[in-house]
């Protein structure tokens, strides 16, 4: 029986044609396919357990996927006049929907969504913007709860709804230490994978979650204020969507430029090699008429940032050669490498085949002069969950517990100096790292560097910290970080220090361009672009560390970092283990890196997040701490390697 469900709906949000696509074997699928796995990293399962709390007393329905089944047991304990379910399951007329919390007063039923996102409740504008459209980071989640209501009121006409989400709660504090190993990542049989220590609410202090009424925005759109697709009310595009899946027909709705950029059913030629077919193939070939040939020329769907992308594929610009750069909006800059200039440099490089890098030499000269020696090279690796580790913490407030620490000094030689890490369940590290780094950055006064404001950021989260504790040397901790920091644009403090570091990021982006990149500025994709184009790094860093004269904290004088195979000088984030049950890094970035407040280094948070908990046995801890320690230098080292390669390229 092929159904509609509320994961389904979503995915014919992002796009139609997706429906047919899914779930079929045939098809190449490049998303990570499961859904447990997701919630647990981003904290979602518990704060599920944690919002049940609130609701105690209540009928889990945990019994498999027969949908029928379930919905016929959620039926029957409708049948009292008073209840409380998890997971409540509804059917009809080809939709199925399971809710989070049911709670049933007679007619009267609030439907609560839990989700691990966090809101501000002062905020008025959270989920509507100041024009009256829905945000569009909200918009997936409005969607999903509109369905529910919808799937619920046609269950049961008479039924009052109201629509709530309950979310992390951004004013509140955790009041005991420890909330988040309270629920613990378990491999028992449960749904959830959450082993609950305390049942008890009354045990975990005040509650860092907070419930808000949606029932005006989810009434709106399910009465056609919004349209959800294109053109289209909800109750259309659910009947849409519906009768697709059902049928199991195409779509054939129009690309949508974000959808395709991001489509799971391309196939790699791995994907080919083993017979799967194309999904994105099949739909531009279908849609746009595209022939063999096509997709072998550059397309618009992997330039940088680009903005206006959508509007080009809906005239008809989707290949590179069709754009001007009246169509990227084209404005210069005097100093540096625009926005669009960059979108034009990487646009003209693919047409051309010339995958030599562009660079505003006389300018990163310029700006490479202005650095004092020694280099600092710095890198944090941080954590932010739901749920907080001490009391104190806010939802989603920053941890810092590790960093590395590379110099380079004026006559070449490179040192790995220092690094902290501080892993120990309980234990609140922010203050110890801040004091490490302190004591190590003060050695000398030379340039500080980072790449992305990621350190700038926790910086300022770790200064607002110190000002609320009663830490005997706090007012010294914040005079240190006004010297190597500046303040974020909404602080009510103001500052810019003497040795505010050097953002490696902006520097690439003002004045370098590597085509090896495909157009991404992460230092994931920056560095194997340098391996790739510079002999220099790749004769020096092929040779192992002891005969190059660079010092390391975690690797044997004889590690090589390089080493050349298949062709390819291979990546030397691929050659470490993974750090997160045989996750790799890579896969992990690409998991967590688009949930809140999450970027790179996701492996290391997750990692530090599943060590806070005391059942991790001893070995398993030694090897995850090591790994970090390894991932955290290497971090630093990339950017080492990124200093060298423009000092050769400006020579």
Known sequence: MRLLTKSRFKLGIECPNKLYYTRKPEYANNKLENPFLERLAEGGFQVEEYARMHYPGGILLDDGYDYEHLAQKTQELLQQQNVIIYEAAFLIDGLFIRTDILVKKGDYVKLIEVKSKSFDPDDQYTFVGVRGGLKSTWKPYLYDISSQKYVMQQCHPTWKIDSYFMLADKSKVASIDGLNQNFKISNNESRTGIQVVHQDLGQLGDSVLGITNVSDIVSAINDGVYDVLPDKSFLESVNYLKQHYIDDTYASASPIFSACKTCEFKAKPTDEDRGLRSGFRECFTSQLGWSAADFEKPNTLDIW???????????????????????????????????????????????????????????????????????????????????????????????????????????????????????????????????????????????????????????????????????????????????????????????????????????????????????????????????????????????????????????????????????????????????????????????????????????????????????????????????????????????????????????
Request: hydrophobic share 35%.
């Open 305 to 651: 940032d680009f903005r206006k992308g959508n509007k080009c594929m809906q005239e008809g610009k989707v290949f590179k050669e069709d754009l001007s750069l009246d169509d990227l909006g084209h404005k210069e800059a005097d100093d540096h490498i625009s926005r669009t200039e960059r979108q034009w440099i990487q646009i003209q490089k693919d047409l051309n085949n010339d995958y030599t890098p562009h660079i505003l030499k006389d300018e990163l000269r310029a700006e490479i002069a202005t650095w004092r020696f020694p280099l600092n090279m710095i890198d944090f690796e941080t954590s932010t969950v739901a749920l907080p580790f001490h009391r104190g913490m806010r939802p989603y407030e920053s941890i810092a517990f590790q960093y590395s620490h590379h110099i380079i000094h004026k006559d070449g030689r490179v040192e790995h100096q220092s690094e902290f890490i501080n892993v120990e369940p309980g234990v609140f590290p922010n203050f110890d790292f801040i004091r490490s780094l302190r004591d190590n950055l003060s050695k000398n006064q030379g340039s500080i560097f980072m790449y992305s404001s990621h350190e700038n950021t926790i910086l300022n989260a770790i200064y607002i910290q110190l000002i609320d504790s009663d830490e005997s040397d706090k007012l010294e901790l914040m005079a240190f970080i006004e010297t190597i920091s500046h303040n974020k644009k909404d602080s009510a403090i103001k500052w810019k220090g003497d040795r505010d570091m050097i953002d490696l990021l902006d520097v690439v982006k003002r004045y370098y361009y590597n085509p090896h990149t495909g157009g991404s500025n992460s230092l994931k994709y920056v560095l194997p672009a340098i391996l790739n184009t510079d002999s220099k790094i790749q004769d020096k860093y092929s040779q192992a560390i002891g005969h190059i004269g660079l010092s390391s904290r975690n690797f044997a004088k004889d590690h090589t970092w390089l080493h050349f195979e298949n062709d390819e000088w291979i990546n030397p984030y691929k050659v470490l283990p993974p750090l997160y049950q045989g996750w790799t890094e890579e896969e992990l970035d690409n998991l967590v890196s688009k949930m809140d407040l999450v970027g790179d280094g996701s492996a290391a948070m997750t990692a530090y997040a599943q060590l806070q908990f005391s059942e991790v046995q001893a070995g398993e801890r030694a090897e995850i701490k090591k790994a970090l320690l390894r991932y955290c230098e290497l971090d630093t080292l990339a950017m080492v390697m990124l200093y060298e390669h423009f000092i050769h390229i400006i020579a």
